[in-house]
């Protein structure tokens, strides 16, 4: 047998994925199962997507494109980016991606050597780390408090810049999941002047970028001076309900983008034209209906987190963006002795033989989020706030809670 690397045997992934199977094999084996583990749409795909998508497919639009996307998507993009943010860009400075995940990946190949040290805001998205690791670079954690509305510490991000020439990286992820923290633009601005002029680059992931429930989503990038030190990624997938057609793009200036191409050359090669074809038509023509769906992903997960603030022993924050709600849990956890992520699985598999409840614990995004589950609202109303009754009576579950810890001592807390 051939040994892995040790990169290989390091790699953690996205736990959402495992809950995922879980909540889908007990489904096949016949329990009902309330799913707000994963953060995908419940819409499908937006309408004029569909059919330019069918139409690009049928004209044979199916070889490779240039790496950096089609000339036509990235026109596109940039006429996007100036009418939702004013942020005046040329095609030149967009790049085509699979989604916006694989832009962490080329990011720190860009910019990161092994042994530098990058600044990641904890609980984060899962990924960051493997992208960080695979160059060899260091993750440093600065902690989103729940009392501040999971804004970012600026006095951390002020340390981190100050701390030398090995810190190269800022990650940054505003609407945040899973917190549903907002930057506001004085958070912006506030990180722009610490790191402008600095060798030091930064990655804005701006997937929830359409749901911003107060106020407008700041992006780093309108900034002054910031288009040579960011990159910022936006995806289709939340948008425009596209998961699954894997389109997204980055924003940055015309030279990081021509690097960013070459990187995608040398694994993707590009990302499928009818793809980008039914990109455009989303941008070009479904904004009406992607903002009603936003505002239906708005009412939906207030109507959650307000559902949630009425449990004994849970407090959650109304998010300031994206449709999760992030309810802190410690105190059940405290009382059950058990980890949040064990409270998450104990509702899936433990609580009940005939129905669970799939989410996440919190410490699925780090160790920050330990005391804390993340649930989306991709389910119908009725069926979120049936969720919600059971969680309330599940928590109060003692025997059955301690036999599931009996049954998975690692769900144990210390
Ligand atoms: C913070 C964050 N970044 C990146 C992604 C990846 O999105 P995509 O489907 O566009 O690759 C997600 C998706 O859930 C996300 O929440």
């Given at each position: 047998m051939v040994s892995f690397s040790r990169f290989a045997q390091s790699v953690r992934t996205e736990t959402a994925f495992d809950v995922l199977a879980a909540a889908r094999r007990l489904k096949a084996q016949g329990k009902e199962v309330i799913e707000l583990e994963i953060g995908d749409s419940p819409f499908p795909t937006s309408t004029s997507a569909i059919e330019a998508g069918i139409r690009a497919i049928r004209d044979d639009r199916c070889h490779y494109g240039p790496s950096a996307g089609l000339p036509e998507f990235r026109d596109a993009v940039a006429r996007y980016m100036k009418r939702e943010y004013r942020v005046d860009i040329t095609a030149e400075q967009v790049v085509a991606g699979p989604g916006a995940k694989t832009f962490e990946q080329l990011f720190c190949e860009a910019f990161l050597d092994p042994g530098d040290r990058v600044l990641v805001f904890s609980p984060y998205f899962p990924t960051y780390p493997p992208n960080i690791a695979r160059r060899g670079a260091v993750l440093e954690t600065s902690t989103l408090e729940q009392s501040r509305d999971f804004r970012p510490n600026l006095d951390d991000v002020a340390r981190f810049v100050a701390s030398?020439?090995?810190?190269r990286a800022v990650f940054l992820n505003s609407p945040h999941n899973p917190t549903g923290g907002l930057m506001t633009e004085s958070d912006v601005r506030a990180i722009a002047d610490l790191v402008r002029g600095q060798d030091i680059a930064v990655f804005s992931d701006e997937p929830y970028d359409r749901m911003v429930w107060h106020g407008e989503h700041h992006t780093?990038?309108?900034?002054?001076?910031?288009f040579e030190q960011v990159v910022s990624a936006y995806t289709f997938s939340k948008s425009y309900s596209m998961s699954g057609w894997r389109l997204g793009f980055a924003v940055t200036s015309a030279p990081i983008a021509q690097l960013i191409a070459k990187l995608t050359n040398t694994c993707l090669s590009c990302v499928p034209p009818f793809t980008q074809l039914a990109g455009i038509a989303a941008l070009e023509h479904d904004d009406a209906e992607r903002d009603a769906r936003m505002r239906e992903f708005r009412d939906k997960v207030m109507r959650l987190v307000d559902a949630l603030n009425r449990i004994e022993g849970v407090v959650c924050n109304r998010p300031g963006g994206t449709f999760y709600a992030f309810p802190n849990v410690r105190a059940v956890c405290e009382r059950h002795r058990i980890r949040s992520h064990g409270l998450a699985m104990y509702l899936l598999e433990g609580a009940d033989d005939r129905m669970g409840v799939a989410c996440l614990g919190g410490e699925c995004f780090g160790e920050a989020g330990q005391g804390f589950l993340r649930l989306s609202c991709a389910e119908p109303d009725d069926r979120l706030l049936r969720a919600v009754d059971f969680m309330a009576d599940a928590f109060g579950r003692v025997d059955r809670i301690a036999a599931y810890l009996n049954a998975n001592p690692k769900f144990r807390a210390a």
């Open positions: 030398g020439p090995r810190a780093i990038l309108r900034q002054p001076g910031m």
